[in-house]
C-alpha cells in the first residue's frame, strides 16, 4: 500500500512539473536547429569532410610504410618458430631476442597509431570549432531577429512544433563560410 502510495505521490509530483515546465516554455519562443546537419550539408560541413578524409589517407599511408616490414618481420619470425617444432625457444637466445625486439617495435607500432586517431579527432575539433564560432554568430542574429529566449537542438526535441530555423541559419553560413583551413594537428611523440 505504502508503495502505491509513493508512486501516486511521484507520478502527480512529475505530472505538475511537466505542466508548470509546459506553461513556462509556451510563454517563451523555442528555435530549432540541426547541428549535426549545418555540419554535414553546409559547404563548409563538405569542405572539411574532404579534408579530413585526405588527411586520413595520408595517415593510413604513413602507417601502412611502417607497418609492411613489421608484417613481413612478423611472418618470418612465425615460420622460424614453427620450424623449430618442439625444440624449446630457450635454445635459441638470439630467436627469442628477435621476438621480444619485434613485440616492443608491434607494441610502438599500435601507440603510433592511436596518436594519429587523436591527432584526427584534434583536427577535426579545430575545424568545426572555427565553423562554431562563425555560427554562434549567425545563432545571435536569426534569435533576435525572432525574439527568441532558447534555441534547442533537433535531437533534444522530444516533442513539439517549435519554429525549426536550420534552413535559415545554413543559407547564411554557406553565405559567409564557405571553406575553412583544416591544418593537421600533430602530437608531440616520446
Known amino acids: 500500500m505504502k508503495i502505491m502510495s509513493k508512486v501516486y505521490r511521484a507520478s502527480i509530483a512529475f505530472a505538475a ?12 519562443t523555442i528555435l530549432v536547429v540541426d547541428q549535426s546537419r549545418l ?15 585526405s588527411i586520413g589517407t595520408s595517415m ?13 618481420e612478423g611472418a618470418n619470425l612465425q615460420a622460424e618458430i614453427k620450424a ?6 630457450s635454445s635459441r637466445p638470439d630467436l627469442k631476442s628477435r621476438i621480444n625486439s619485434f613485440a616492443g617495435k608491434s607494441q610502438k ?14 583536427t577535426e575539433a ?11 554568430g549567425i545563432l545571435e542574429q536569426v534569435v533576435n531577429e525572432r525574439n527568441a529566449d532558447v534555441v534547442i537542438d ?11 530555423v536550420t534552413d535559415i541559419v545554413m543559407s547564411r553560413l554557406n553565405s559567409q563560410m564557405k571553406t575553412v583551413s583544416v591544418t593537421r594537428e600533430r602530437l ?3
Open 17 to 28: 512539473t511537466a505542466l508548470i515546465s509546459a506553461s513556462a516554455f509556451a510563454q517563451s
Open 39 to 53: 555540419l554535414r550539408d553546409s559547404e563548409v560541413g563538405k569542405h572539411i569532410q574532404r579534408q579530413l578524409q
Open 60 to 72: 593510413k599511408s604513413e602507417l601502412d610504410a611502417s607497418t609492411s616490414p613489421l608484417k613481413s
Open 84 to 89: 623449430l617444432g618442439s625444440t624449446d625457444l
Open 109 to 122: 607500432q599500435q601507440m603510433e597509431a592511436a596518436i594519429k586517431q587523436r591527432e584526427l579527432a584534434l
Open 126 to 136: 579545430k575545424a568545426y570549432q572555427k565553423v562554431n564560432e562563425k555560427l554562434r
Open 154 to 164: 533537433r535531437s533534444a526535441v522530444i516533442y513539439g512544433k517549435p519554429a525549426d
Open 188 to 190: 608531440p611523440r616520446q
